[in-house]
Every structure is written in C-alpha cells, then in structure tokens.
C-alpha cells in the first residue's frame, strides 16, 4: 500500500520509531514533572530531541539527495 503511494517503506519506518520516541520522551517528562524534578523532565526533554535528530538523519539525507537531484 505505502509503495502505491509512492512512499517508502524505510522512510515510514523511520517516521514511526521518531513518533514512538516521541511518545515515550513526553510520557516520560510528564511523569518526572509530576514528581518535582523539573531538572531531570529537562534533561529528559533535551536527550529525547537528540535521539529524534539521530533517528531522522537518513530523512534529511534523502530529502538533500533529491534536492540535489532536482538542481543538477
């Protein structure tokens, strides 16, 4: 179904383990906020974002490629 539509099935998965990082990270925040430790909720909030970029590296490398593509 996904090639159909012209997405690939990498770039879904991807885009799916960054929503689940997501998830856990704010969860995870809102929990520790909750207990009082507003330092840790930001530390938390700072490594989540980290793991995002980490984890979408090869999305903006495929987004480049195609620009790259189209401009040469």
Known sequence: ML???G????DFTILLKVLGICF???FTCDCVTEAGLL???TNISFA???L???TALPLFQHIL???VSLAG
């Open 3 to 5: 090639a159909d539509g």
């Open 7 to 10: 997405i690939d099935v990498s």
């Open 24 to 26: 856990v990270t704010e």
């Open 39 to 41: 330092s840790l909720s």
């Open 48 to 50: 989540g974002k980290i």
């Open 52 to 54: 995002v970029l980490m």
């Open 65 to 67: 490629d195609v620009i």
